[in-house]
């Protein structure tokens, strides 16, 4: 598996790797290569708007090489995927845990909701989002069917706050996880579906305990349960916690899921141990300054884009902005 990571910059374009594949923009480019003997060769591209990072190449380049070397690329925008990566908001586990961490085994803690503060931190990122016009580009929001998760998601990306009269189920309903905020609508709003792939260390901690799907759904009316599988929550184990990378593994086949949806722009909200093992899987081959800004663990409610790539057409889908030219058809002759 092939896969390469780009990070915005606002004026430059830097080295590239020897595949010379990118996106349409202004972009510092890292690239690196995850071996693997058992499964088809796959390659991946990210875009993060994080600062720009010190560069990074393949193996076929040194650190010293590539400082020498300027360079941009190209690459097919139609076999791309936008992902917005979210971090839930502070929930009642991490105030817990922060003091002692062996909070983290209590039942107290099950299926932890947001904080005051976390919705703080909600309202926040929803100003941002919609200041900054991601609001109206999202396709679809995945969430990991836990409490908190599932609160920020709404609250981040949802319709404003639900009205009586409007014919539409809300997203979140009133005091949802002690919240007392009023219900949310699903208006205007992109669609929304819970699914396990991206949910946080499985086991051991009754905090990442999803409750049954029977009690979210008059919970979050308007978010799509339909693809777990049990009703009850079978994959939390009581005495056994799942290995990172177990977790990582985990973060690779839900990438792989992604390229089965249409949308083009998705927003995924999750947890801190699964985007942080998951990212962790990526620039082995990078300078370490590039790996540690890679692997940093989200803060809770942080925001990062990345672009996803298809070069091992994975995808099917074909262009909607592409033009064949020469219609009608006519020789191309040579201008003066």
């Not at 990118?22 to 499964?39: A, E, Q, V, W």
């Not at 690459?75 to 062996?102: F, S």
């Not at 983290?104 to 309202?123: E, H, R």
């Not at 819970?194 to 051991?204: I, P, Q, Y």
Request: glycine fraction near 6%; aromatic fraction near 8%; include cysteine.
């Amino acid at each position: 598996m092939s896969i390469t990571i780009i990070y915005s910059t606002p004026s430059s374009t830097a080295a590239l790797n020897s595949s010379f594949v990118s996106l349409p923009t202004t972009l510092t480019s890292i690239s690196y290569k995850l071996l693997s003997s058992s499964r088809p060769h796959r390659s991946f591209r990210l875009r993060t708007t994080l600062p720009p990072p010190i560069l990074c190449a393949s193996s076929s380049l040194s650190v010293s090489d590539m400082d020498a070397t300027g360079g941009q690329s190209l690459y097919p925008l139609h076999r791309t995927k936008t992902l917005h990566l979210v971090r839930h908001a502070q929930g009642i586990h991490n105030v817990e845990g922060e003091k002692d961490h062996d909070a983290y085994l209590s039942y107290d803690l099950f299926d932890a909701n947001i904080t005051p503060l976390g919705w703080k931190q909600v309202d926040n990122l929803r100003k941002h989002v919609h200041a900054c016009g991601l609001s109206k580009r999202i396709d679809l929001v995945v969430v990991s069917p836990l409490l908190r998760t599932m609160q920020t998601a709404v609250g981040v990306f949802g319709g404003e706050a639900y009205t009586d009269g409007i014919n539409v189920p809300p997203l979140m309903a009133a005091n949802t996880g002690k919240s007392g905020r009023p219900a949310i609508s699903s208006l205007n709003s992109p669609p929304f579906v819970a699914v396990e792939l991206c949910r946080e260390h499985l086991g051991l901690h009754p905090c990442d305990k999803r409750r049954s799907i029977t009690e979210y759904r008059p919970l979050f009316p308007a978010v799509d349960f339909s693809l777990a599988k049990n009703d009850d929550d079978i994959l939390w184990m009581p005495d056994i916690r799942e290995r990172d990378e177990e977790v990582a593994a985990r973060g690779q086949k839900f990438l792989k899921w992604l390229w089965t949806r249409k949308e083009k722009e998705i927003a995924i909200v999750s947890h801190s141990g699964f985007l942080f093992h998951t990212l962790s899987a990526f620039g082995n081959d990078c300078h370490p300054s590039v790996k540690s800004e890679i692997c940093t663990h989200f803060a809770n409610c942080e925001l990062r884009s990345v672009v996803i790539i298809d070069r091992s057409m994975i995808g099917s889908d074909s262009s909607t902005t592409n033009y064949p030219g020469k219609i009608p058809s006519g020789l191309d002759l040579p201008s003066d």
